[in-house]
């Protein structure tokens, strides 16, 4: 079978994540990267890796930089089944018709407003949704977890509202000598925050509201959520309702990961590649259920999380896979994604 | 009228505040502050303010090093009506027989257990109920800033339930190169965190929850609430509530105070001693309701917020002031207390 | 004998600063500060200031924000004597030849190039050859803390070559919002950084190079030297010519002033203004002499250095005072400079 | 040929690093690592690694939490030939009298003393005089990374003297929620440093004087040089000789790479294991030479640096490779060092 021939425009944070990954899909071919950078950043990723200028003056300037594009966007668009947009924000709606003048599928992120493309895609929440369709827009990194998590609760019939706070990263770590806050919390100036109604473009039906502010640190952002139930529950039944949900991780306070710092020297000390954590690392021990009311935190890798969703954004408007589960389990699989990082595996769910 | 004679036990950031503010009341004098440092900090402070050791070892030590000290904390008790123990955690609590032995009242601060005075204190709240008491204890900055807010809408009627994430600043100025936390958040180990009792130990009957969390930053907590109210109501019902609140004072995004930092730069910029702020700063613009639930936003100068509180207590202990009102006036005024930064003051309430 | 009109152009972190120096000086009269913003940052000092608009839009804007400008600019300048123009970098080049056609004289920051002014200016080290001047151009916060402690070596004879390693504080505390760097340090692009030039732009005959970086902290500068001395000296020697010269002030590690939050703490303890400093603070027990070399490390406080060199440029141009002894004395004692700020003071130099 | 048997005592960030080093190594065994801590840091190691108790009561807390040791540490000295000692400061000096008992060589770290084992090793500088040797001491991230730097322009004849600022990290990312400082700077309470001494116990000729500060960030170390060169020397000279060192690295600010954290995120798009770099990245092009004078900076990835030294000392003790050029090759070819991480490799030196 032909493998699904993927092109990604951008090679920022997301973007070189995205080829990354779709190098270990076994039904997907990286025909190329297009950007408009020259330095380190493309100067690092030339030798392995198919490059595409996105413009013809980034093609002139890579040229003169040493680098040898193989041709501009027009031309990797001529090789790709489906593009990956991982421009930045005020760059992708516009890409949206030249895609669609050269017949490619596309995929969006976050940054993006649902609009653009009139779909919002999360693997476990929509996927069947997606295929077939031209275009679809993989929500944000924080919507992402939101959909995750609080779906998880919602499918098992317990959630009734949620209310949350999300402190975010201030900045990548790649950039964090730009643009940065030091010494300081920036609030949203609106609440609610756009993440709410943003998770509502996937799942409809939940009645969530939140409050975001910028922290300052450069890693993870940290989610604080009450929960209104439908009913009295037990602990137990919200545990269980979180474990059985896909790309969930939990992570224990009383394992010694106690700050966000913690969890992300683990994700080195497993190997993973960049030190990303695809995985919602929820912290088990501090769920707390009263009454009809759960409390929970949890850490949200930004840089990575939406990967293994992108991949599976590929297939499903490709139709390469035929529903969430098919496409989840191969993406999981070669990502090495798990569901608990220090215990052994459970049995499959 | 004789001056209550006010001595302090611990001159650290508490201490030295409460000690100015001794200094501006008409019905105070301050007879001493004891301490077992001899460094900078006892240094900046030796000729302006009647000096004692704590210890008879601290009392050696500061000669050694040029101080002179005036006596030990038994001398400083000999001339005090009522000592304020600002000592670290571990040291107040052993010091409270030793207080009641020299038959002088005691006020201790935050960090001790409601059970070590069997009365817990925020003036607006419960000030008649320490009158003529032997001992007090003004609750942390947290729980006062929490007594004050949820306090003003309940005592408004308004509140039915409270749901409160707290990010509290990391470590102080003073000592942010030891033990301070880098690029990183640390949740509290539990949920809920304990200053939701620890408010009600002052309002029994709130019904409240909070998770807090330390971040990465230096200066003043922030809170962020989800309110149940009693029922469906304006947005002014909300804000008048809050305005009608004595030592709440309400910030603007709109009027470019949009981060913790901001808020900080104006009370430097106002001229406040050490740039304090004693009031909660509440962002008006941020205080939003839906239906019969609101949501805000709030600043707590961690450092300075429990001055007036204490200032307070000392009244309340000697019985000088019949009454919260009056004492509250009085220290208002002395510390040039407001409402509101940058609006003109409204008519009085 | 009439006072000098002073206005400023530009109420930023110099201008305010430089506005409440002026109002403390005997000899001196504020008649204006003119900015464009209309936020907090000028709300909280339109009650106690002459508030003018640098232009006919801010008048328009600060009326639309209920502020009352008492006019523009031009209002102002016909007003002055003379104008402290603390505007941003891009923009107070060309506000020169504005206040050469309106007859009033000029004090530029340290933002400017010498070329703008053609006179660059150091209270102690030139104030003489600024009498009578038209303009001039107040150096920056490093170049001025570099003057005033290289100066004092070379005015004693002792120096020959400097060389330098100045870590910068990455913003202001008032903008760490914005623009701030976190978890890392940036190196100036270039060796040499550009102080060492701006320096001999006062001190011609210096022989220094510097390296320049931005660290990861918002307050203080910290400059490290390696000192070739002219000959063999003893480190009593090296003190000597530090402490007979102005503006610098001792702290020690041993007095547990062991990081730049120490000292800005102190500030805060010593009741300044905005906790400022004025004084380059040096480490006395950092000093260190081995043969012909000397080590040594200062601290810089950023957001106020300049301003006392700001009031003695006023008298400079103005011929005001006849040398810089005359204006220094009445800049200390009302601004109240230190040169220990924990001993005693010693008999006047 | 039977390959050297390692054991591992103190599984930290250094122990971590040296027992996957070892797994590369074609003449090396891993037998165990023995350590005390039974949380998040062991658990994700333990299926992977042969893991021992340092102590009785450890093997007893770990068989608790659910891990096998295979052993104490009495058992992992028993199968190995060399122990790699990373157990912290003030226990490791205390485990040599155990190691001699056993008969196991042992590699200390930079944490001890010169004096404990009586020779301080750095691969290029002094491999030979390590052959044999029962015990030998690498020393720290920051010597290490002077000794290859200054070392190889002392070599190549160019160095007179050397005068270095070295802008420490605080902590490392894992523990930063512990013991970090917060936007400030700590100088070191001493001048000179301890590096310089430290790195005369491997070149004793070098003349260097150190001066050092910790910053608010949490990776990797940045060192400020001025160098007084033997003699007038064009650019090309110093960086010929810095070029022709081993484990030493070339960046650019004209690639980019304009501050800590772009180098920090190279390694991750590297692929480096947890983005580790054990070379010294100097800024090629901040090398700048004005007579007989150098100026140079460069950046150390302290947790990472030791790692390929320790590796090599490893076989000096044991004799298994006769020079340093042959275990160089083999250590450096293993991890993948480079020369430059952006350009093509140059023909072999």
Known sequence: MRKIRVGVNGYGVIGKRVADAVFLQPDMELVGVADIATDWRIQSAANRLPLFASTPDAQAAMAAAGLRPLGTLDELLERSDIIIDTTPKHVAAGNLERYRTAGVKAVFQGGESHATTGHSFVAQANYESALGRDTTRVVSCNTTSIVRVL????????????????????????????????????????????????????LPGLDLVTIAAKGAHTQTHNHYWTLQLTREASRDEVLDALRAAPRIAFIRMSDGLVALNST???????????????????????????????????????????????????????????????????????LGMRSDFLRPAESPR
């Open 151 to 202: 779906g998880a609760l919602d499918g098992a019939g317990l959630l009734r509202r949620a209310r949350g706070v999300l402190i975010r990263r201030a900045t990548d770590p790649w950039e964090s000598h730009l643009g940065g806050i030091m010494n300081t919390m920036v609030p949203e100036p609106t609440i609610p925050s756009h993440q709410g109604p943003d998770a509502q473009t996937v």
């Open 264 to 334: 992300i020297e683990l994700m080195r000390d497993l190997g993973r590649p960049r030190g990303d954590m695809w995985e919602v690392a929820v912290w088990e021990d501090l769920v707390t259920v009263q009454g009809d009311e759960a409390f929970l935190t949890y850490q949200v890798y930004n840089e990575a999380i939406v990967v293994p969703e992108t991949i599976d954004a590929i297939r499903a408007l490709t139709g390469t896979a035929p529903d969430a589960a098919t496409s989840m389990k191969i993406t999981d699989d070669t």
